[in-house]
């Protein structure tokens, strides 16, 4: 199985692309993070580079503030929201392209009170259907991410994997898959493994934290162990990103995880 280190929670402590060597200190070999646009991906990506480490995935974003702005306050939850996509995609996708990132990630925005959840979820689709040709023709996945709104995210529109992957088949692009993070599933709704080995054509990225408190992998209630065999069963060659809150030192929180899960 192949896991990457979300250096936007692991080694806080550290300047950004130092982070980058500190994860291949730690005998892995790829990383993510969030948000692209407040970062020199100049130096993000020589340092990836010299340290023989991919980088995975990222958040769709823009140098543009006001463009960025905008397409943050409407998500994909408005009639225009495909248009405002589209433009932060084209820059997206470039910038991915020139770290060698595969998986561009997007989420759906804060629920609306003045129209129905039925127009929300069709904005959602008709504004990936609208970015499908962008990342067609680069080879880049737009990656949709369900989040819990019960612990971390509350109003936000997307928190069911049920309605995600619906989303997903109702836009029909193998360029666009559902970011299943096991740690926000399992507190919006559970039944993990079912859940991922039926819909395992439709995920394109995991990440993992325990519950409670987002921490690692082993230190909650989800049975990681049986989760990953199951993943690891199910065929998909994906990552796994570790996106979690270390509770100590993050390069012995990386030992740890890997001698417990044998990575």
Not at 139 to 161: A, C, D, M, Q, W
Request: hydrophobic share 35%; net charge negative.
């Amino acid at each position: 199985m192949k896991f990457s280190v979300c250096i936007e929670m692991l080694f806080r402590e550290k300047p950004f692309c130092e982070r980058i060597e500190a994860v291949k200190r730690c005998s892995m070999d790829a990383v993510e993070f969030w948000g692209f646009a407040s970062k020199n991906l100049d130096e993000v990506k020589a340092a990836s580079k010299e340290c023989g480490v991919t980088v995975t995935s990222m958040c769709v974003d823009s140098s543009d503030e006001s463009l960025a702005s905008k397409y943050r306050s409407h998500g994909l939850l408005f009639e225009d929201s495909g248009e405002r996509l589209r433009h932060v995609s084209f820059e997206s996708v470039e910038r991915a392209r020139e770290l060698g990132v595969k998986n561009l990630i997007v989420t759906a925005g804060q629920a609306r009170d003045d129209i129905s959840r039925e127009e929300q979820h069709a904005n959602i689709v008709n504004a990936l259907r609208c970015a499908v040709p962008i990342f067609e023709r680069a080879g880049v996945n737009l990656i949709l991410e369900p989040l819990n709104t019960i612990t971390n995210h509350r109003g936000h529109y997307l928190s069911s994997s049920y309605e995600g992957f619906g989303i997903i088949r109702e836009v029909g692009s193998d360029n666009v898959k559902l970011l299943y993070d096991i740690y926000h599933q399992q507190i919006t709704e559970g039944n993990l493994i079912p859940n991922i080995t039926k819909n395992i054509g439709f995920i394109g990225h995991f990440h993992a934290a325990d519950n409670p408190g987002r921490n690692e992998p082993g230190t909650g209630e989800i049975n990681y162990r049986n989760v990953f065999a199951a993943i690891n069963a199910s065929g998909y060659n994906g990552y796994i990103g570790l996106e979690y809150e270390p509770t100590q030192d993050s390069a012995q929180s990386l030992k740890d995880f890997s001698e417990a899960f044998r990575c």
